[in-house]
């Protein structure tokens, strides 16, 4: 089946780093999207994988592990403004290359 | 901001009411998915158009349509509206490239009571 979890909710301090991590488990994997979702907003796009490795993005990077099912977002020198959801999406070959969504994990930054 | 937009931004209904939801996709986008996202949750996949055709569809009852228009904005369409309906209806615009990002519409939030 599909299957693909995160954090439902973290806390950091502003100006720190956070990890936020995601597992999936699809038949057919084809790449691996980050959004962030202010609340009452649309997700908004944040980066791409499709092979392993780190991508980096300004203070946000994005990793995957294929052969772990196994992804992260990496966010550094928190802002108060970072303070969001954060879903993880997969693009799946058996859905007719549909993205199957996580629930999305709450990111809750202190001062 | 995307290009992609959506009307209307709040709607209220009450049950067994039909609605329709619409979307303009941004410039260059074939591609219209939509989405119902329910508080806390991650988005669920309800369908996707492609040149006017319907390209793929999630777990969602006949009762959810679509249409997509030659200049691939797009429609959702909701008969028999049902209080398990309300949510944030999300419409996404791509084009079918390597990466294939979607980028999402403001969003419609749809309360049936």
């Known amino acids: 089946g599909q299957n693909i979890d995160q954090p439902t909710e973290m806390t950091a301090t502003e100006g720190a780093i956070v990890q936020i991590n995601c597992t999936y488990q699809t038949s057919g994997f084809n790449g691996l999207f980050w959004y962030q979702q202010h609340a009452g907003e649309a997700p908004t796009f944040l980066s791409y994988n499709v092979l392993d490795g780190l991508e980096e993005k300004g203070r946000f990077s994005s990793f995957l592990s294929r052969s772990k099912g196994y992804s992260y977002l990496l966010l550094k020198e928190l802002q108060m403004k970072d303070s969001a959801s954060y879903l993880c999406a997969v693009r799946d070959l058996q859905s007719n290359y549909q993205l199957i969504w996580g629930a999305g994990t709450k990111l809750i930054i202190k001062p | 901001e995307t290009g992609v937009t959506q009307s209307p931004t709040h709607l209220i209904k009450t049950r067994g009411q039909q609605v329709t939801l619409r979307c303009s996709s941004q410039s260059g986008h074939n591609t219209v998915s939509w989405y119902q996202q329910a508080l806390g949750q991650g988005p669920q996949f309800i369908f996707q158009?492609?040149?006017?055709?319907?390209?793929g569809r999630g777990n969602f009852p006949p009762r959810f349509s679509g249409l997509q228009f030659p200049n691939y904005s797009s429609e959702l369409n909701v008969n028999a509206l049902e209080l398990d309906d309300s949510a944030l209806y999300l419409c996404?615009?791509?084009?079918?490239?390597?990466?294939?990002?979607?980028?999402f519409g403001p969003g419609t939030r749809l309360t049936v009571l």
């Open positions: 996404a615009s791509s084009t079918p490239t390597t990466t294939d990002t979607q980028y």
């Open positions: 158009y492609y040149r006017e055709e319907e390209n």
